[in-house]
């Protein structure tokens, strides 16, 4: 398997622009989750998903984010507008239930985000 | 919530030497899995080692091993024979038997000196 894909790898935008960051979870895994990490705030739970469906968004910032989970493949994390506190390295996870119980979290190379 | 606490920001081991990196969690759960990351440079988290809450045995990979105290609700890790590429970031990480999401640690840098 391929493991968790992310895209971009890196971004860089300016101030005011819509970014939209893509995550591709292991085929399988039924629950998938969005990180955002910063050197301020360590890693923060933004929002996860189990089965497509969003179960907890307490995390997400304010109204400018935004995740959805189509299908099983694929999911996405806008943010419109984009602001310089944006700025951080946001990470998708995924996991499954195997044997009664979670395995981990498999984690994507993340995001870069830098936004000017 | 659970909360995972590492009272360790920094540490530092020499290169062959072992270095013990400390994590206690809160819970009122009985059963749960509980997980150390490692973060290199490359920022890719990758799994150390995990522990489930019900099993006695302490888990063990290669040089790597926990010392699980479930009462005490702690979950250190040990890395033994410390090579340089074991330098990084290492995240504790609690998560329910029945629940979903993860619960992080802050971290604690690790700098192996040669």
Redesign the interface.
């Known amino acids: 398997d391929a493991g968790v894909i992310q895209s971009p790898r890196h971004e860089v935008t300016e101030m005011g622009q819509e970014v939209t960051l893509r995550c591709k979870p292991i085929s399988g895994h039924d629950y998938l989750f969005w990180y955002r990490q910063t050197m301020m705030r360590g890693l923060e739970l933004l929002i996860y998903f189990n089965n497509n469906v969003p179960i907890d968004d307490s995390g997400m910032p304010e109204d400018r984010f935004s995740a959805k989970m189509p299908n099983a493949s694929f999911s996405t994390l806008k943010i419109q507008p984009s602001e310089p506190r944006d700025s951080a390295v946001y990470f998708c996870a995924s996991s499954s239930r195997r044997g009664g119980g979670f395995t981990e979290a498999f984690f994507g190379q993340g995001t870069r985000l830098t936004v000017v | 919530a659970q909360t995972v606490t590492q009272s360790q920001p920094e540490m530092s081991v020499q290169e062959a030497e072992t270095v013990t990196l400390s994590c206690t969690y809160d819970t009122s759960e009985s059963d749960y899995?509980l997980?150390w990351?490692k973060q290199p440079p490359?920022?890719?988290?990758i799994?150390v080692i995990?522990q489930?809450a019900y099993k006695q045995q302490n888990a063990t990979e290669n040089r790597f091993s926990v010392n699980f105290q479930k009462a005490a609700k702690s979950f250190s890790l040990k890395i033994s024979d410390s090579q340089l590429g074991d330098a990084a970031m290492y995240?504790c990480?609690y998560?329910s038997?029945a629940g979903?999401?993860?619960y992080?640690?802050?971290?604690t840098s690790l700098t192996v000196i040669p």
């Open positions: 899995y997980f990351y490359s920022r890719q988290m799994l995990r489930e995240f990480a998560r038997y979903n999401q993860f992080f640690g802050t971290g």
